[in-house]
Nanobody, 127 residues
Framework: QVQLVESGGGLVQTGDSLSLSCAASGDTFSRYAMAWFRQIPGKDRDFVAAISRSAATTFYVDSVKGRFTISRDNAKDTVYLHMNSLKPEDTAVYYC????????????????????WGQGTQVTVSS
């Protein structure tokens, strides 16, 4: 199994940029498709972005397309979420997640497909 630890959250202003990192350990990182989800109190955990094992394919929820970029470094066992032009509605706890995958170029977007989760990191965007 894999352990995930997020970092990089914080308090920023509207229009600012922020980068999150998620460090994996305990298993071969390149075996896993990865994703970022976010959650606000009282709401479901929502999909944000996903990346395949090989990093060849990515997918984003419409609300972050053109502003967020997911990437990974399999040599460093880390997945990233670079967030630009942040808005107050991006405020949430951000979680990274890992899904064992047979396919190098397939991403997953369903919450139920992810077996491993980090503890989350808070991102707050002030208006």
């Amino acid at each position: 199994q894999v352990q995930l630890v997020e970092s990089g959250g914080g308090l920023v202003q509207t229009g600012d940029s922020l980068s999150l990192s998620c460090a994996a350990s305990g298993d071969t990182f390149s075996r896993y498709a990865m994703a970022w989800f976010r959650q606000i109190p009282g709401k479901d955990r929502d999909f944000v972005a996903a990346i395949s094992r090989s990093a060849a394919t990515t997918f984003y929820v419409d609300s972050v397309k053109g502003r967020f970029t997911i990437s990974r470094d399999n040599a460093k066992d880390t997945v990233y979420l670079h967030m630009n032009s942040l808005k107050p509605e991006d405020t949430a706890v951000y979680y990274c997640a890992a899904a064992p995958s047979q396919w190098h170029n397939t991403y997953h977007i369903a919450h139920e497909e992810y077996e491993y989760w980090g503890q989350g990191t808070q991102v707050t965007v002030s208006s």
